[in-house]
């Protein structure tokens, strides 16, 4: 009787480990101190067309009353009459670090980003907030939500955030080859990492000819929610067997 009851609860315990309440993990980035992050290479949307060009900074500035740190984002960028093309400039959160496939399946995602106005009176054109993911050799794009997306480069100060989102809401975008709609981060896979920056759309800036605009960003920072990792969820299996094994005996 003894026996049966101890072997039970064991089971018991092995049953109920699996709805463990879900993880959250939280990464914040407010002053971009040197070595907290890495500027991508800047890229096209599509294939630019003949004559156009365009080259992108990205560097922490600091000053201000009162004193701020934030990433300042310019864009020297040209684009003849007639073309589309966006304008991507991924800033890379260096330890910003997460993997799913030993730490646990991510199950709800969420960002947030405030956008600043750099210059005043500049052209009023029209950019994103931008949000990835790298996993695998590839990029992810948050897919616009919520408030987390265009504006005007003159805009006001604004906070853009998203919450709830899944993988089916972040869609791979190829340099120079456009969005893969079909084709998702895997929140229960291998390592990634997280980017955030601004992008530079054509719309309302073709035939204009070279162009500076300059964009600032603060405060990012993300937000999921995962199940426990199956690694975890092995080795105490294993324990629990290997418990039962020692008390037949």
């Known amino acids: 009787m003894t026996r049966f009851t101890c072997s039970a609860a064991i089971l018991a315990l092995a049953v109920a480990v699996p709805a463990a309440s879900a993880d959250d993990h939280v990464f914040i980035e407010r002053d971009f101190d ?22 992108v900074v990205s560097d922490r500035f600091t000053g201000g009353n009162p004193p701020n740190d934030f990433m300042l984002q310019q864009f ?3 684009i003849p009459h007639g073309q589309f093309n966006v304008v991507f400039a991924p800033v890379v959160m260096d330890g910003w670090e997460y993997d799913p496939g030993t730490q646990g399946e991510i199950m709800q995602f969420a960002a947030s980003i405030r956008t600043l106005p750099a210059a005043e009176n500049q052209h009023d054109h029209l950019g994103g907030v931008r949000m990835f993911i790298l996993q695998g050799g590839r990029m992810y794009n948050a897919v616009a939500g919520d408030n987390f997306h265009a504006f005007r480069f003159d805009d006001p100060e604004h906070v853009n955030n998203f919450s709830g989102y899944t993988a089916q809401e972040f869609v791979e975008v190829v340099p120079e080859g456009g969005f893969l709609q079909d084709s998702h981060p895997d929140f229960a896979g291998g390592p990634m990492q997280f980017a955030f920056g ?7 800036l073709n035939g204009e000819g070279p162009l500076t605009l300059v964009g600032a960003f603060d405060d990012v920072s993300v937000r999921f929610s995962t199940v426990p990792a199956p690694a975890g969820l092995g080795l105490l299996g294993t324990g629990v067997l290997m418990m039962a094994r020692r008390r037949r005996a």
């Open 34 to 55: 040197p070595g907290t992050w890495s500027a991508m290479s800047p890229f096209w949307s599509l294939t630019p067309g003949q004559g156009a060009s365009m080259s």
């Open 76 to 78: 020297a960028i040209e």
């Open 198 to 204: 601004l992008s530079l759309t054509s719309t309302g």
